[in-house]
T-cell receptor, first 118, second 114 residues
Framework: AQTVTQSQPEMSVQEAETVTLSCTYD???????LFWYKQPPSRQMILVIR??????QNATENRFSVNFQKAAKSFSLKISDSQLGDTAMYFC???????????????FGKGTKLSVIP | NAGVTQTPKFQVLKTGQSMTLQCAQDMNHEYMSWYRQDPGMGLRLIHY???????DQGEVPNGYNVSRSTTEDFPLRLLSAAPSQTSVYFCASSYGHNSGNTIYFGEGSWLTVV
């Protein structure tokens, strides 16, 4: 079974600054997908960014980028130019790439609560 | 498009009562699932379905029942509510053709069992 660990329960960052959220995972598989989800106070789960393990290039979505280190099983999220609207819980999640029912299931970390300070 | 719609948004139950959380999606997704989120935890998979008529258990299935009679709907039934089932429940869906497809979540249903 896969596990996902987020070692920072809470973090804060000044508005317009850059912050990095950490995530490590454990799997014996070689091919998989990794995700970062944002959960604002409304509790809605919003996909931030997605990384395919077989792609060496780190994924980027506007102000959000990842540092994917496959050998180290590390998947950190960098938020640049932090905005007040970035205040939320952030969850790292794993999905296997192998076919079958398990390929549609997400395994989540416990989350990091990010506060952006004006 | 409405996306993934959950009802009700809030519900208070007494111990031992039964109820159904409704979930519907209008994206013709094959895969649907239910997760629960407890304080200090990420989401955990309760049950999932890879198509109409096909369901299976996830990580925390005890006390819950599901069925999938249509592609659009995937209700979650609490058979005899217990305080341990107080949680926020999320329904999710995605295309079933390839793994790694984006999973879309509903807005959540807050359930309190007293």
């Amino acid at each position: 079974a896969q596990t996902v660990t987020q070692s920072q329960p809470e973090m804060s960052v000044q508005e317009a600054e850059t912050v990095t959220l950490s995530c490590t995972y454990d799997t014996s598989e070689n091919n998989y997908y990794l995700f970062w989800y944002k959960q604002p106070p409304s509790r809605q789960m919003i996909l931030v960014i997605r990384q395919e393990a077989y792609k060496q290039q780190n994924a980027t979505e506007n102000r959000f980028s990842v540092n994917f280190q496959k050998a180290a099983k590390s998947f950190s999220l960098k938020i640049s130019d932090s905005q007040l609207g970035d205040t939320a819980m952030y969850f790292c999640a794993f999905m296997t790439a192998y076919s079958g029912a398990g390929s549609y299931q997400l395994t989540f970390g416990k989350g990091t609560k990010l506060s952006v300070i004006p | 498009n409405a996306g993934v719609t959950q009802t009700p948004k809030f519900q208070v139950l007494k111990t031992g009562q039964s109820m159904t959380l409704q979930c519907a999606q209008d994206m013709n997704h094959e895969y649907m699932s239910w997760y629960r989120q407890d304080p200090g935890m990420g989401l955990r998979l309760i049950h999932y379905s890879v198509g109409a008529g096909i369901t299976d258990q996830g990580e925390v299935p005890n006390g819950y029942n599901v069925s999938r009679s249509t592609t659009e709907d995937f209700p979650l039934r609490l058979l005899s509510a217990a305080p341990s089932q107080t949680s926020v429940y999320f329904c999710a869906s995605s295309y079933g053709h390839n793994s790694g497809n984006t999973i879309y979540f509903g807005e959540g249903s807050w359930l309190t069992v007293v």
